[in-house]
């Protein structure tokens, strides 16, 4: 399929003069183009790079009332050896793209039309990549159903889209985290596992709570015993047991995390013992208590890997306050990222010249 390119002269010279300010910060500013793609008649056709604009939407637009609307979360990042931008993990993130859709049952999108997308609109985003270290060109692909009409059926026509903004480094504030014991996130057989948009409207009420005892965070537990831990509302989990790294298995109602499997893979590689286990939030805040666990991480692409300083059960705090596997695997995954990793990792990125 051949891409169009369809933004306006100014947003040409925009793209080619724009100047990063000091204070990037988190996706305050867009990129002046996105890529746009259509899903009709069932093929996907109309592959565009055009002016980051509104879309045009019907109030009957199927996803906006049905919530078939999933997306990914990915970054470039600045190779000042090569001058050059790296993505990372994409091919992951696409692969996920496309689970997410065939549970929501929606088109599959191609290798070659997201990577022709993905990569044109990173290579025209010179001018709004940032090159200090831990700072990246986020990039989110969104899909939903465009079709019109109330009829609850069969939906027939997507819109694919990707947007992009630079984002700075994470502030690395350590994570006061709430364990939620009310709500739950995710059930077996649900749609806990694709990343959908409806996954992170459901946490928006459990936020507020976490955010009325003083956590920036929700810890959930798992549907069925409401035991186990599972994640946060937009990270994965990782504890620290005596020397050993332990994060829950994926079972279905997780998310499948690239940061997660990313630190699976990099502790391997340092020799850091590493398991994917059920930790119950009972061995949990025993082992705080008992001084055999050092550290608690999140992990996600937006934050990278972020310490977490306390866990508040409702009743009890349960504080942490050393972070020494968390910087050391957060510092591995960065010169990864920028593509400055070792060679047994080359895979995980994809050099994109300007
Ligand atoms: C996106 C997401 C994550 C993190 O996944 P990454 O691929 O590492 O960014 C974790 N949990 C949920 C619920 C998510 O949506």
Redesign the pocket.
Known sequence: MSLRFTFKPETEQQLTTFELPDEIGFCKYTVPIMAVAHYRDGIWQDAQITDFAPLQISPDCLGLHYGQVIFE??KAFYDSADHCAVCFRWQQ?WA?LNESAKRLAMPEVPQPLFQQLLFTLVAKSQSYLPTGVGDALYLRPLMFASGNGLGFGKNDSFTLIIIAAPTAQYFNAPLNVYVEREYR?ACEGGV?GA?MAG??GATYLASQKAQQHGCQQTLWLDAKEGRYIE??????FFAVFDNEIVTPRLTGT???????DSVIEIAKKLDIQICERAVSIEELTEQIQSGNCQEVFA????ATLIPVASLNDGSSVYELGEWKFTQKLKDALQTIQHGQGDKHFDSWITRIQF
């Open positions: 979360g990915m993130h996920r996130r806990g990343k996954n992170y994640e946060f509302s937009a990270m994965n997780i998310l499948p995390g690239v940061t997660r992990c996600g692409t937006g």
